[in-house]
């Protein structure tokens, strides 16, 4: 694995505990849709949501410096009146192969429903209990949500409490007057409360067993086999489409987000693979994911 996961057990009492800081996480604002004369302020909010991704600890693990995961936040502030806040945010997470210089895009997507209220130097407050904060649960969320899946890109569902955390956020945000939290708001079903209610959902496991055979199975193993890793991501994209089979909808939103962050690589990986492969492979993409139809017309192009 990445990293040996040691809880803060041991010397508990005796030595203090320090921040796990567990990201690297690329921090960046943009406001040139708002005509404000305090323009301090979009900086003032950049650095404050920095501190709060980057300068704390989210889990009771060790990170190694070296073992921090790399994600970038984008905030498109497009309005701003009298503390609020509105725009999108745009996530993506890598996560790097074993033994490689290589990084596998985890997670690539942009929320639409930013909504929050900032004051300018009052501190980001969080709780796990309590929705405080419109930023700071939106932020929270976020990042439960990528641990949980570079947790379960290590281990098979070990991302779990993780992904609790974040439904936690949820239900504790059902009163929020903000967009993007309940059901009901989305007739996509694609929303923040969707997203976490399908990777809970029992019926869509084998997208997490994807994320997990996938990276571990596959891609960290193409260092030293590489037919045979890359036979484990063929079979990872069968999780995909047994998942695809049963829900045959287009409320699939977790399933969704995952083929926007792997389509570029399917068609990286098996563009060396034999032509049987290639057709078997692309067969199943087409029919899951259609919208990257054209993308995975270039597997069949290229010759081993």
């Known amino acids: 694995m990445k990293r040996t996961i040691t809880a803060f057990v041991a010397l508990f009492f005796l030595l203090p505990v320090l921040p796990a800081q567990e990201f690297r996480c690329n921090i960046q604002l943009t406001h040139s849709r708002v005509q404000t004369t305090n323009r301090q302020v979009f900086e003032t909010l950049q650095s404050a949501i920095n501190e709060f991704v980057n300068g704390r600890a989210w889990t009771n693990y060790q990170f190694a410096n070296h073992e921090r995961i790399e994600c970038s936040m984008l905030f498109n502030i497009q309005d701003y009146k009298s503390d609020q806040f509105t725009g999108t945010l745009q996530i993506q997470v890598r996560r790097p192969v074993f033994n490689s210089s290589y990084h596998t895009v985890l997670l690539n997507f942009v929320d639409n429903d930013i909504d929050f209220q900032y004051i300018e130097f009052e501190p980001l407050e969080f709780s796990e209990t309590a929705h405080l904060s419109n930023l700071t649960s939106i932020l929270a969320y976020y990042v439960n949500i990528i641990l949980g899946l570079d947790f379960d890109s290590f281990g098979l569902k070990s991302g779990t409490e993780f992904y609790q955390r974040a439904e936690r956020i949820v ?134």
Do not use: C
């Open 171 to 304: 239900t504790n945000a059902q009163n929020a007057k903000e967009r993007g939290w309940r059901a009901g708001e989305s007739t996509s079903r694609k929303n923040r409360y969707w997203l976490i209610s399908n990777i809970l959902n029992e019926e869509y496991a084998p997208i997490r067993e994807f994320v997990y055979q996938y990276h571990r199975q596959g891609l960290d193993r193409m260092y030293e086999k590489v037919t045979e890793a890359r036979l484990s991501v063929a079979e990872s994209v069968r999780l995909l489409h047994e998942v695809h089979q049963k829900r045959p909808d287009p409320f699939m939103y977790f399933l969704q987000v995952m083929l926007d962050a792997k389509s570029d690589e399917f068609v990286s990986i098996f563009q060396e693979a034999m032509d049987d492969e290639k057709r078997r492979v692309v067969a199943l993409l087409n029919q899951i994911d259609p919208t990257h139809a054209d993308k995975y017309r270039k597997i069949m192009t290229t010759s081993p």
